[in-house]
């Protein structure tokens, strides 16, 4: 088998074998290493504009967990799983322009021109959008790292859930979460103790359509 179709076949596996796993064996803790090389391979996502307006806290404290249930509506997992990663949204994310793209340039893949063009560029367009909309290119954005990180942790042979079942003014309340970030949803990571149950899809026909709805 030549290596493409190998990795080909791989990252197929990944995608199918990944399922939103609700019970988790709580003896088993993922140490930070693991989530931190999880993470690097996450934080490739795409973003707008490369603004990666993502910020994360991950509660992988027991006490913290517990003091998480009754916020994320008494869902049992936030317990078992070995961590919990609240995906955040800097709604002041453009304000790293600057280092952003100060980094791009020092790849040698763009003119100082060009960056610097590319920082205020950022600066006047997201600076001047309204919170609502500032808070849609957002959530599109964590929507992407997201999937990210549960393919990666699936492909370490980790499972995930994504939650969108909690209170995010009490979040922010209870865990001191920054004025400018907005909670996006909370994934659950862990070593399922039940797999995950497969779940009817849409078909291609159903979904799709070429060049018109016509």
């Known amino acids: 088998m030549s290596k493409p179709l190998q990795a080909a076949q ?15 064996d709580p003896t088993v803790k993922i140490s930070r290493e693991e989530i931190k090389q999880m993470f690097e391979l996450a934080l490739t996502a ?35 799983a070995s961590a919990v990663i609240a995906v955040l ?9 600057s280092e952003i793209y100060h980094s791009t340039a020092n790849l040698g893949v763009m003119s100082e021109e060009l960056r610097d063009k590319m920082i205020q ?11 609502e909309a500032l808070r849609r290119v957002g959530t599109f954005d964590a929507g992407l790292v997201s999937m990210q990180l549960m393919l990666a942790a699936r492909s370490m042979g980790y499972d995930t859930v994504p939650m969108g079942g909690y209170n995010a003014e009490q979040f922010k309340a209870a865990f001191d979460v920054p004025a400018t970030y907005e909670p996006a949803l909370l994934i659950a990571v862990g070593k399922a103790s039940e797999a995950g149950h497969p779940t009817s899809r849409l078909t291609f026909e159903e979904v799709t359509n070429w060049n018109s709805f016509n």
């Open 46 to 80: 795409p973003s707008s504009s490369n603004m990666q307006p993502w910020r994360f806290l991950i509660i992988d404290d027991q006490g913290l967990k517990e003091k998480l249930l009754p916020i994320s509506y008494n869902q049992q997992h936030v317990l078992e």
């Open 89 to 97: 949204i800097d709604m002041k994310f453009y304000e790293k322009a």
């Open 10 to 24: 791989e990252f197929a596996a990944v995608l199918k074998e990944r399922r939103s796993v609700r019970h988790y």
């Open 121 to 131: 560029s950022s600066l006047k367009l997201y600076g001047s959008l309204p919170e």
